[in-house]
C-alpha cells in the first residue's frame, strides 16, 4: 500500500469519511463544501516544500482526498465500522456534555490548545462509560469523531474550527493507531 501524503492527511480523511457515512450527520452539505475548499486550497500548491509549522504540505488531487485507490477504500471501511461503532456511543453522550463543548468552540478567546484540552478530558471522562472490551485508543478515537458531530449537529457554523481541531486532536493522540488500523 503506498503511503498517505501530508502529515494530518491520513486523520483528516479518516475524519472525512467517518462524519460522511455516520448516520445522523445533518451538516454532509456544508462538509462536503470545506472538502473542496480543502482540495482547492492544496492544488494550488504542487511541490512538496517545508511549510511555516515545518510540516510538508499535503495534496488532494481531482476530488479525492489523495490516498492510493486501496489505501482510500480500506479508509472508507474502517470509517464504516468505526461509525457503527460511534451509532452505539452516541446514545451515551449527553447532551449537557455536547453543549460544554460547544461553548468552549463558541469562545474565540479560547486557543485551539485550550480547547483541545477541554475536549481530551471530556474523551477520557466518557471513556469510563465504555465497555473495558473494546480496545482503549479505538474507542477514544470514535468518541472524538462522535463529539465532533454532536457538535457540528448543534451549531453547524463551528464546523471548520471543530473539523480542524479534531484533526489535530487525532494527529497528536492517534496517529500511530491509525496508521497501524490502516496498515501502513
Known amino acids: 500500500m503506498e503511503q498517505i501524503n501530508g502529515p494530518l492527511q491520513m486523520e483528516h480523511a479518516l475524519l472525512f ?42 495534496h488532494f488531487r481531482n476530488g479525492d482526498v489523495g490516498l492510493a485507490p486501496t489505501n482510500e477504500e480500506v479508509l472508507r471501511v474502517i470509517a464504516a465500522q468505526l461509525a457503527e461503532i460511534g451509532d452505539q456511543f452516541d446514545r451515551e453522550i449527553q447532551e449537557r456534555v455536547v453543549n460544554g463543548l460547544v461553548q468552549h468552540f463558541l469562545n474565540e478567546n479560547l486557543s485551539n490548545e485550550e480547547i ?10 466518557l471513556m469510563q462509560a465504555i465497555p473495558s472490551d473494546m480496545e482503549r485508543e479505538k474507542a477514544m478515537l470514535v468518541l472524538a469523531m462522535v463529539l465532533t458531530k454532536k ?30 488500523m490502516l496498515g501502513e
Open 17 to 58: 469519511s467517518f462524519l460522511d457515512v455516520s448516520s445522523d450527520c445533518k451538516f454532509k452539505e456544508q462538509l462536503h463544501s470545506l472538502q473542496s475548499q480543502q482540495i482547492m486550497l492544496c492544488q494550488g500548491s504542487d511541490d512538496d516544500e517545508v511549510q511555516t509549522d515545518g510540516n510538508r504540505s499535503g
Open 116 to 125: 483541545t484540552r477541554h475536549m481530551s478530558r471530556v474523551v477520557g471522562e
Open 151 to 180: 457538535i457540528v449537529n448543534t451549531v453547524p457554523s463551528l464546523l471548520r474550527r471543530v473539523f480542524d481541531t479534531t484533526v489535530n486532536y487525532m494527529n497528536r493522540q492517534f496517529h500511530n493507531y491509525i496508521v497501524d
